[in-house]
């Protein structure tokens, strides 16, 4: 495994068990950007990644990584979650840049409700934030 690689990866499962904005800030790079199949195109901005991982955070309970696959700069973190009393299974399909830091991040979220659930979520929480 990359050493840049491995380095996020344990920075990320820490942001992960105790989310911490300014762990984050530091895990993201600048140009980070956001695939997510509730909206049609990757979102581009640093403070707008930041946005949307902390909302799904604080929106998933019971959160756990249950898979990981690495290769190179790109890897595939399975996940179980819920929202609410929807169960959900994902993958985050992260890319890091040189220095290890999160340069692209595609979530894939099943089954439907349980997306619709999360995004709803996270529409409410980037309201809230830019009242």
């Excluded at 890319?95 to 340069?103: A, N, Y």
């Excluded at 619709?116 to 979520?121: G, K, P, S, T, V």
Aim: aromatic fraction near 8%; charged fraction near 30%; proline fraction near 4%.
């Amino acid at each position: 495994m990359l050493a840049e690689a491995k380095t996020f990866l344990d920075r990320w499962h820490g942001y992960m068990k105790k989310p911490d904005p300014a762990l984050l800030d530091g895990l993201l790079a600048e140009n980070a950007s956001i695939s997510s199949p509730a909206y049609f195109k990757p979102k581009q901005s640093k403070a707008y990644v930041a946005a949307i991982l902390t909302a799904v955070n604080e929106g998933f309970e019971d959160f756990r990584y249950t898979k990981e696959w690495v290769d190179g700069r790109e890897m595939i973190l399975e996940f179980e979650a819920r929202i609410g009393e929807t169960q959900l299974k994902g993958i985050d399909r992260i890319t890091v840049d040189g220095e290890g830091r999160l340069q692209h991040i595609e979530v894939l979220i099943r089954p439907l409700n349980g997306l619709i659930a999360l995004a709803e979520h996270v529409k409410a929480c980037l309201a809230k934030e830019a009242a």
